[in-house]
């Protein structure tokens, strides 16, 4: 899965010397997380909601007329962007950038492309991703196998024996664990008979952690 594909194309781009009070606007009316800041074709900065309403309040606490004049009037992006912001590449994984993300402690990152701005990627994108993974918008079942040792071959013999129990497979993967080689597996399937399923799994030898007859219902 790669960001090109992800990404929000064509982003809203903004200069340094734009007021605050302006790019609050485009970020409130946009229902924008984050601004890209570019001078002269090159990415100087991030601003963010965060950072203008912390201005805002920063500013308009003591309702002192100069200051808040001075917020109005005065006060530009390049005053409260984060300058050199981490970025990513638009061949990049999304994995990559998840893990990125988490390492660096940012939820959006300026999509580049040959030192051009082409688009952000954010948390947004991130949980849209893994909802599909999920199958959320799916009225899929779904089963969480523990303890798995996942090796050449085991995530397909799972899928057989599955759908040999009259199942039907939409989606399987596995999840690493901390401190250990074994695996979770998380399949999302459709069966009309989910206890005959995770009861053929047990029987099998595997540890069946939790299962659920849809994305809503949790049934252990």
């Given amino acids: 899965m790669i960001v090109r594909?992800?990404?929000?194309?064509?982003?809203?781009?903004?200069?340094?010397?734009?007021?605050?009070?302006?790019?609050?606007?485009?970020?409130?009316?946009?229902?924008?997380?984050?601004?890209p800041v570019v001078d002269d074709g090159r990415l100087r900065g991030v601003v963010?909601?965060?950072h203008c309403l912390r201005a805002a309040e920063a500013i308009t606490r003591n309702q002192d007329p100069h200051e808040i004049d001075y917020f109005v009037n005065r006060l530009k992006v390049k005053d409260i962007m984060v300058r050199n912001p981490e970025t990513v590449e638009v061949g990049d994984t999304m994995a990559y950038t998840l893990f990125k993300?988490?390492?660096?402690?940012?939820?959006?990152?300026?999509?580049?492309?040959?030192?051009?701005?082409?688009?952000?990627?954010?948390?947004?994108?991130?949980?849209?991703?893994?909802?599909?993974l999920l199958g959320a918008w799916e009225n899929w079942c779904g089963i969480t196998l523990d303890n798995v040792a996942?090796?050449?071959?085991?995530?397909?013999?799972?899928?057989?024996?599955?759908?040999?129990?009259?199942?039907?497979?939409?989606?399987?993967?596995?999840?690493?664990?901390?401190?250990t080689r074994e695996k979770r597996v998380v399949m999302r399937l459709d069966s009309k008979?989910?206890?005959?399923?995770?009861?053929?799994?047990?029987?099998a030898g595997y540890?069946?952690?939790?299962?659920?007859?849809?994305?809503?219902?949790?049934r252990s």
Avoid: C
């Fill in 48 to 50: 963010t909601r965060a």
């Fill in 193 to 203: 008979d989910m206890d005959a399923i995770v009861a053929a799994l047990i029987e």
């Fill in 5 to 35: 594909n992800w990404m929000q194309e064509n982003p809203t781009i903004i200069g340094g010397d734009t007021l605050v009070v302006e790019a609050k606007r485009i970020l409130s009316e946009g229902s924008l997380r984050a601004l």
């Fill in 101 to 132: 993300g988490q390492d660096k402690g940012v939820s959006q990152f300026p999509v580049m492309d040959d030192n051009a701005v082409v688009g952000i990627v954010s948390a947004a994108e991130i949980f849209y991703l893994s909802a599909q």
């Fill in 150 to 179: 996942v090796g050449k071959g085991t995530l397909a013999e799972i899928a057989v024996f599955v759908e040999s129990q009259g199942a039907t497979l939409h989606a399987i993967y596995q999840l690493a664990k901390q401190d």
């Fill in 207 to 218: 540890h069946v952690v939790e299962s659920s007859t849809n994305v809503r219902g949790s």
